[in-house]
């Protein structure tokens, strides 16, 4: 019964790429560095976007080695897993180079980052930001957004469609 598996290791875990494999269970292949626990101390790149894509990208040919077939593949980069605010909006800026590997999935809703640069400490402020920050993942090529705020990112979204079908239509 399950449709999609969000897997923050992106299925580096014995026996997962089997377990999707033998599923029809979509997945999303996220990057991270480090542990819960550490990720946040001091993560360090030598270009943030490069070694994500990297990464996603060895784990999109695992998954496609053990059978898991690439329509059924989404990456996440990541955001707040092990990055800094600095390294977070260098990954949103360049969003499309990870969509190059599978459609990517962008969970930014209400994220630290938001916050760092809004100065809003409390998550439930950062509605505003995080319609914008769901619009500019689309606009970079973001596939799916995960959001808390529903119906605000879905306006947004419907009247950045409607300036996109104009545009094509001029």
């Known amino acids: 019964g399950v449709d999609l598996i969000n897997d923050v290791a992106a299925l580096e875990d014995d026996g997962a790429i089997a377990a999707v494999a033998a599923s029809?269970?979509?997945?999303?292949?996220?990057?991270?560095?480090?542990?819960?626990?550490?990720?946040?101390?001091?993560?360090?790149?030598?270009?943030?976007?490069?070694?994500?894509?990297?990464?996603?990208?060895?784990?999109?040919?695992?998954?496609?080695?053990?059978?898991?077939?690439?329509?059924?593949?989404?990456?996440?980069?990541g955001f707040g897993f092990g990055k800094t605010v600095e390294h977070n909006y260098a990954l949103l800026a360049r969003l499309g180079e990870c969509a190059r590997l599978a459609p990517v999935l962008a969970g930014l809703s209400r994220k630290s980052m938001l916050g760092a640069v809004t100065g809003q400490d409390v998550p439930a402020r950062r509605v505003v930001a995080s319609v914008a920050a769901a619009l500019l993942a689309c606009q970079h090529g973001a596939a799916i957004v995960r959001v808390h705020d529903v119906a605000e990112t879905r306006d947004a979204l419907a009247v950045w469609q409607a300036m996109r079908a104009t545009q094509r239509a001029c």
């Not at 269970?25 to 990057?31: F, I, K, R």
């Not at 030598?46 to 059924?72: F, K, M, W």
């Open 24 to 77: 029809s269970a979509a997945v999303c292949l996220m990057h991270k560095q480090g542990t819960p626990q550490t990720m946040q101390q001091a993560p360090q790149y030598r270009d943030v976007v490069a070694e994500v894509i990297d990464y996603l990208a060895t784990r999109v040919h695992a998954a496609l080695a053990g059978g898991i077939a690439a329509s059924r593949l989404l990456v996440d980069p």
